[in-house]
């Protein structure tokens, strides 16, 4: 599956395909039968560009999203903050992926990490002060996991 290169478009099919294997362990046909509901809703349902957000930006948007705790309202500003934050980015990481040999170089890899931390930092995002680092480390490797697609025209 693609859960690295987008694990806010691919987390929560992953999450309904452990619901229905769970719910329905004793009851193999009622499995199947939803587990091919599942596989044609992943074929059909395809991840798309979140609005104001680039396409090449939105799975670093969709991971920060999924990363909000239940019950935690981000309001309007913080939400355009968030998508205006992974726009930046794409034109960072491109600049660094310029690099040869990039993610073999882990003080350039940390250098990234601690400018994302930063950029994270002043979103004005609430929940992103307290969660800027773990959350940089995971948008820099999602970067990584989306390498090629980040370098393509």
């Known amino acids: 599956m693609h859960l690295d290169e987008d694990p806010g478009f691919y987390g929560p099919l992953s ?8 719910k329905y362990k004793d009851n ?19 991840p798309t560009a979140e609005d104001e957000v680039t396409a090449k930006a939105s799975p670093f948007y969709r991971a920060l999203v999924v990363k909000v705790p239940d ?6 500003a913080e939400t355009a903050n968030l998508k205006s934050l992974c726009n930046d980015l ?3 990481f491109l600049e660094e992926l310029q690099a040869p040999g990039f993610w073999n ?3 350039k890899v940390s250098g990234l990490q601690g400018e994302v931390t930063n950029r994270l930092l002043y979103t004005g995002v609430d929940i992103a002060l307290s969660n ?8 820099v490797m999602l970067a990584k996991a989306r390498t090629n697609d980040l370098l393509a025209p």
């Open 15 to 22: 999450e309904k395909l452990e619901a229905v294997i769970k």
């Open 28 to 46: 193999w046909d009622e499995q199947a039968k939803q587990l091919s509901l599942l596989v044609d809703e992943a074929k059909t349902k395809k």
């Open 71 to 76: 019950g935690t309202k981000l309001t309007a």
């Open 90 to 92: 794409v034109p960072l």
């Open 105 to 107: 170089n882990p003080v």
């Open 132 to 139: 800027a680092e773990p959350w940089a480390r995971d948008l």
